[in-house]
Structure formats: C-alpha cells, structure tokens
C-alpha cells in the first residue's frame, strides 16, 4: 500500500513538472537556440565574406532526418580551411534543422535527442574561445577568427564581438533547462520499465535474485515489451536501487524532492502606485528589438556587399574617384535616401553614412540588452535614477529607434532600388524585422501614455486633497 503511495506521489510531481517544462521551460530553452543560431549565422557569413571559410560545396545535397553531430576528430594545419569550412557549415545547417523540425516538447524530446542537442550545444566551447582552446574546432574556429580580426573594418569587428558575446551569454542559459529534460525523461524511461517489463517478472524470484541475474531477466522482457525501444542499463541498475536495494525509502524520497515544483504564495499587499516602476516597465518592450535590429544589421551589410560588388559605368567610377580626390578621406559609403515626412506629408532627402549608421544601431543593440538584464549595471542605474530622468530616457530611446526604423525603411528600399536587376534576388528584405520593431514601439509607447495618465490622475487627487 505505501509502495503504491509512493508511485502515485512520483506521478503527481512528475505529471507537474512535465506542464511547467512544456509551459515555460521548453519555449524559453527554443528562443534561446534561435538566438545562437541567429548570432552564429553572423559569424559563419561575414568569415564566408572575407575569405577566411568557403561555402561547403555538399551543403545543398544535405537531406537530414535527424540531428548528426559534425565531425570531431582533428586535423593539420593544411587541412584546417577546407574542413572548418565544412564543419561550420554542418554546424550552421544543425541548428536549422533543430529550430524548424524539432518540437520543443517532452513528448518529443527523448533521451536519445536530448543528447543530440547537448551534444550539439557543447560542440563549440564558445567559453574556451582563445589561442588555449583544446579541442579542435574551437581551436580552428579562434584562430580564424582572430585572423579575420586583423585589419578587418570596424563594422566586421563589432559584428562579430557582438555576436560571440551574445552566444557566449546565450549557451550557459540552456544548460540547466537541458539537465531538468533529461532528469524528466530518464524518470518517465524508468516509469515506463516498471510498468512494462518489472511487472512481468516474478517479484518474488526478482528480490531474491542478485544485481547481474536481475539485469538479464530484464533485458530478455526488454525486447517484447518495449520493442524498438533503446536500452540503458545504468536506468535499469537505479530501478534495481531504488526498488530492491536497501536505501529504497531514501532514494525514492530524493526522488519525489527533486521534482517537487514549489509553490510560492505571495501575499496581496496594497501599495502605493510606483510611477518610476511604470517607466521601467514601458522600457520592457523595446529590448525584444534588439534581436529584430541585430538580424536586421547582418542583412543590410550583405545588401551593402552585394552593392559594393555590383558592376559600375565609367562614368560611377569616374564619379567615385574624383569624390575620393576630394575628399582625401577614406572611402566610405554615403547614401542619398528618401522618406515621407508625416508632419509636411512632402517626400525628403537625406544623405548617411552606413558604416556611421551600423555602428550607432549596434551601439543601440548593446544598450537594449543591458536594459533587458534586470540587476545588471545599467538596470541598476535606471532604478535608481529619479522620476523625470526615467522619462527623458524613455522618450529618447522611442524616438531615437523611431528615426533607426525610419533610416531602416529607407536603406530597405534603396538597396531594392539601386542594385541591378539581374542581381535583386540576393538582396535580403527585412520586412518581418521591421514590423517586430515596430510592434515594440506601439507597446512602449502604449505603456508611456498609461503612465502619463496614472501620473494626471494621481496630481488631480493630490490637488482635490485626496491620497
């Protein structure tokens, strides 16, 4: 009777724990795959640009039905280009393939490919990055990348140190999310080996019989009960501990204590509106759009190559050569763009400098993830900033990605515009970026204007008297 107490207990938490990994750990552990798979696309492209890598030239012949770990074993010196070539290619497709045909859900995700993701996730050490790498493809992939550091232009540079830093933040996070799946699932495995195959043993003969005996009555049942099904004897020897040995209380007890979701109960307490809290959390919305402007970024640099790459008149040539004459400067690129001004409803011109232009929206990227970290520095900061500065700075930030998504808009269609015909279709559209941006605006400043109404309400009853 207790040891079915106790069975029924283990469901319960384990049937809760499977909700709360479905419900909120499983789509957070997703966002953070796209988000390594986004910044690494970044990395693998602009290496693939400056010649450091070359395309894989069986990436299109790839068909996959299931996750396949690229290739560990080392190499030389000779070979180093042509299979880190292949292997960050393999890597790249990897990680697509997990994002767009992986579900991410407990039904899914057995122990054989939770493995594969944690294999795949520890197949770079993206913390051991640096001349003292031991394995070899983090070790390729450091000593390409400082190779493709050195004399490389700022907009490369800071593109891909803020891509590595994002995946080197990103990686720990899904580490932990990892571990609670695979606990679930060998419990679940387990669960399902009582029911299947122990239940069809003599437990009379079983209790008697030794550790080795025990494992092979299991695994000749094994095979008709659970067919297709892998085989782990290490989960098979736990069931052996937990159910026959003499600890059997106190395993199934820690059991029971690791699965236990706890429960906190917050007390309703009545509080005075905090208005600097309201600006915080108007701030929330924008730093979703740090993710969209960063994709957005690596675009436009592939449309500015595919721009800078395209065949020129004489005369283009001519142009540009007596404006670097001119100039005597470094040859940058300036772009004359249009836009509809919503105040004079008149279409107006505007010249910008692209690498100037990418440079101050990465800055933006960084900002707005410091915000997003609640307890880092810069929270901290805006915590303890006063009232109207908190407001100052929220207004700013609105209207400063305000004009970022107007410029965004423009270089859009630009780059549409002036690229050859012949050559369009490798331009990258960043409609979906643009209206995630967007959509982040409309609920910032959705959350300014209740802010500003709570902040009316609240003097117009300090002035009836009222508190």
């Known amino acids: 009777m207790e040891e079915n107490s106790v069975a029924v207990q283990l469901e319960t938490v384990l049937t809760r724990f499977r909700e709360n990994l479905d419900a909120t750990v499983l789509p957070k552990l997703k966002e953070d795959f796209r ?12 290496l693939l640009k400056k010649g450091f890598i070359h395309e894989d030239p069986y990436k299109s012949e790839t068909r996959l039905s299931e996750i396949i770990i690229p290739e560990t074993k080392s190499f030389s010196d000779s070979e180093k280009i042509d299979e880190m070539s292949i292997r960050l290619s393999s890597y790249e497709v990897q990680l697509d393939f997990l994002l767009n045909y992986y579900q991410f859900s407990t039904e899914f995700l057995d122990i054989s490919r939770i493995r594969l993701i944690a294999g795949l996730l520890r197949y770079i050490a993206w913390d051991q990055l640096g001349p003292m790498a031991q394995d070899s493809v983090t070790k390729g992939l ?3 990348i400082a190779s493709a550091k050195v004399g490389a232009d700022p907009l490369s540079v800071g593109l891909l140190n803020d891509s590595l830093e994002r995946i080197q933040k990103t990686v720990p996070a899904c580490i932990r999310p990892l571990k609670d799946l695979t606990d679930y699932s060998r419990e679940l495995y387990k669960m399902e080996i009582r029911s299947k195959v122990f239940s069809s043993l003599d437990m009379g003969s079983a209790s008697q019989a030794g550790r080795d005996d025990l494992q092979k009555q299991v695994k000749k049942v094994f095979v008709s009960a659970m067919p297709g099904k892998p085989f782990y004897p290490e989960l098979i020897g736990e069931i052996i501990e937990e159910d026959y040995g003499p600890d059997e ?3 199934k007890a820690v059991i029971i204590q690791r699965f236990t979701i706890q429960e906190t109960r917050q007390r309703v307490v009545q509080q005075r509106v905090s208005f600097s809290q309201m600006i915080l959390d108007a701030l929330k919305p924008l730093c979703p759009a740090a993710r969209y402007l960063e994709e957005t970024l690596r675009k436009l640099v592939e449309n500015n190559t595919v721009l800078q790459n395209r065949k020129m008149s004489l005369m283009e040539k001519f142009k540009n050569w007596i404006i670097r004459l001119s100039d005597k400067q470094k040859e940058t690129c300036i772009y004359e763009l249009e836009y509809f001004d919503l105040v004079s409803s008149s279409t107006k011109r505007e010249k910008i400098n692209f690498e100037s232009f990418i440079a101050d929206v990465q800055k933006r990227v960084r900002m707005l993830n410091g ?5 880092g520095p810069m929270y901290k900061r805006m915590e303890k900033a006063g009232e109207e500065t908190l407001f100052s700075f929220l207004e700013k930030q609105i209207s400063d990605l305000n004009l970022i998504y107007r410029r965004l808009q423009s270089l859009d ?9 012949e050559q369009r279709a490798n331009i990258k559209g960043i409609k979906i970026e643009l209206t995630a941006i967007k959509n982040s605006m409309a609920q910032a400043v959705q959350r300014k204007h209740e802010y500003i109404a709570r902040k009316e309400e609240h003097e117009q009853m300090k002035k009836l008297g009222i508190e």
Request: charged content about 20%; cysteine-free.
């Open 413 to 421: 269609t630009f780059f549409k515009n002036e690229v050859p015909r």
């Open 371 to 375: 915000i997003s970290i609640k307890g």
């Open 249 to 251: 209380a106190k395993l």
């Open 35 to 46: 988000i390594i798979h986004s910044a690494f696309r970044t990395v693998h492209s602009i």
């Open 142 to 144: 450091s000593e390409i």
